[in-house]
């Protein structure tokens, strides 16, 4: 019998590259930006994207 010519090979994804691109939609990391305070410079984060990470984890989070 003849070995077929291609092999799939199948990823999971997840949701996150849809809800990034929604956030990107709602401009959503220029909001933080502009709503809370600058960063402080001891901080290894600013709290703008220290927010985005929380809010992609709420929304993803399975309960």
Known sequence: MKQPAFELDSKFVGALPILNN???RLH???LLRRHLPLPDPRAKMAPAQ????LT???ILARV
């Not at 220290?50 to 990470?53: C, Y």
């Open 50 to 53: 220290a927010l985005e990470v």
């Open 22 to 24: 929604v956030l990107k």
């Open 28 to 30: 959503f990391s220029q």
């Open 56 to 58: 992609r984890n709420l």
